[in-house]
Antibody, heavy 116, light 107 residues
């Protein structure tokens, strides 16, 4: 079964850092681009960023709202995707989903709350 | 950035009805358009990619059409499990952007 499983969410103070992880199974992870998408409470979906595959040099793209603060990386040997979030703001509070590159497969999400 | 605008924002319909949701892009995106369904507390589910292609396992009651700037998602013979929020999303350029969502409710 194709599956993505996120972890690492929690409560963090403004200005703090948090690292989210997403582990893939059931497909050849290394072949695919991978995305992060977030959803603030009661609001719509917002694309956070993407990491491409090895064939495309693991290059990344980011939304303007997170560029310079968030870093997406991957470890193909562990079928793992990461989102390092620094300088967190209250407006980063959301459920964070990882998704396979064409967004045809989504994880169940992990909740990040930024509050003092 | 490409802005995606869905209409209506909410929609009431009855079991057995056929409904259409519209998505408009602020500039042409060819057929780089996807539709997602999301139920409360759950992750989004991919329904349609490339404007009109059904994802594997998605019932044929869902259909998509359009190209350029105007797109539609049609759902026929509404059943209780179809009442959810629907989002369009463009994959023509970065940043990827979603519509604001259309909440489909039971009348």
């Amino acid at each position: 079964e194709v599956q993505l499983l996120e972890s690492g969410g929690g409560l963090v103070q403004p200005g703090g850092s948090l690292r989210l992880s997403c582990v893939a199974s059931g497909f050849t992870f290394s072949d695919h681009y991978m995305d992060w998408v977030r959803q603030p409470p009661g609001k719509g979906l917002e694309w956070v960023g993407r990491v491409r595959n090895k064939a495309n040099s693991y290059t990344t793209e980011y939304a303007a709202s997170v560029k310079g603060r968030f870093t997406i990386s991957r470890d193909d040997s562990k079928n793992s995707l990461s989102l390092q979030m620094n300088s967190l703001k209250t407006e980063d509070t959301a459920v964070y989903y990882c998704a396979r590159g064409d967004m045809d497969v989504w994880g169940q999400g992990t909740t990040v709350t930024v509050s003092s | 950035d490409i802005q995606m605008t869905q209409s209506p924002s909410s929609l009431s319909a009855s079991i057995g009805d056929r409904v259409t949701i519209t998505c408009r892009a602020s500039q042409g995106i060819s057929t780089y358009l996807a539709w997602f369904q999301q139920k409360p507390g759950k992750a989004p589910k991919s329904l349609i990619y490339a404007a009109s292609n059904l994802q594997s396992g998605v019932p044929s009651k869902f259909s998509g059409s359009g190209s350029g700037t105007d797109f539609t998602l049609t759902i026929s013979n509404l059943q209780p499990e179809d009442f959810a929020t629907y989002y369009c999303q463009q994959s023509d350029s970065y940043p990827r952007t979603f519509g604001q969502g259309t909440k489909l409710e039971i009348k």
